[in-house]
T-cell receptor, first 113, second 116 residues
Framework: NAGVTQTPKFQVLKTGQSMTLQCAQD?????MYWYRQDPGMGLRLIYY???????DKGEVPNGYNVSRLNKREFSLRLESAAPSQTSVYFC????????????FGSGTRLTVV | AQKITQTQPGMFVQEKEAVTLDCTYDTSDQSYGLFWYKQPSSGEMIFLIY??????QNATEGRYSLNFQKARKSANLVISASQLGDSAMYFC?????????????FGKGTTLSVSS
């Protein structure tokens, strides 16, 4: 099925541990995004990649790094997890030249203890 | 900077009634897009409706319509004939073309509860 695939769906980390959230899309979209969702805060942009080979910071980039491995894949890395990074993380992609649709992954629920 | 404001943390409506969810936006862009997404308790983000800044008519998609008032910078979502399955979180979002590589900027959301 065409779409955005995020792995893992759930993760519990200890403070200070590192991990990488994976995101892959099979729609040949150029642009990809990482958001975090916290209660009462909506979705906030962490990083984005307008096209393969480029990445830029969004509203809340501190504590995160990203890699646009190829056109399909856009990963989000937490180098030293903190309890403040407990959140639900969404990856999204779009190809604006063929329409206005954004496709979201199903999310990763991360808990840092 | 672009901003989306949703002032209703929660809304309550009975089945078959219509409900309006408020959204105001702020942008200096001339060209932009406005979106509404639904997030049920299962967590997925479901696209509902889109309005372009140059669209002269309000967007409609089935029971959803977007009341676009450009001068007031508002983009309210109207759900007609509410159903129990409409109970969810609703997010208003905007896409500009000058910042953040066309990323969507979201409001904080409104929780809609539909009762029988």
């Amino acid at each position: 099925n065409a779409g955005v695939t995020q792995t893992p769906k759930f993760q519990v980390l200890k403070t200070g541990q590192s991990m990488t959230l994976q995101c892959a899309q099979d729609m040949n979209h150029n642009s990809m995004y990482w958001y975090r969702q916290d209660p009462g805060m909506g979705l906030r942009l962490i990083y984005y990649s307008a096209s393969e080979g480029t990445t830029d910071k969004g509203e809340v980039p501190n504590g995160y790094n990203v890699s646009r491995l190829n056109k399909r894949e856009f990963s989000l890395r937490l180098e030293s997890a903190a309890p403040s990074q407990t959140s639900v993380y969404f990856c999204a992609s779009t190809e604006l030249t063929v329409g206005y649709g954004y496709t979201f992954g199903s999310g990763t629920r991360l808990t840092v203890v | 900077a672009q901003k989306i404001t949703q002032t209703q943390p929660g809304m309550f409506v009975q089945e078959k009634e219509a409900v309006t969810l408020d959204c105001t936006y702020d942008t200096s862009d001339q060209s932009y897009g406005l979106f509404w997404y639904k997030q049920p308790s299962s967590g997925e983000m479901i696209f509902l409706i889109y309005q372009g800044s140059y669209d002269e008519q309000n967007a409609t998609e089935g029971r959803y319509s977007l009341n676009f008032q450009k001068a007031r910078k508002s983009a309210n979502l109207v759900i007609s004939a509410s159903q129990l399955g409409d109970s969810a979180m609703y997010f208003c979002a905007m896409r500009g073309f000058n910042q953040a590589g066309t990323a969507l900027i979201f409001g904080k959301g409104t929780t809609l509860s539909v009762s029988s």
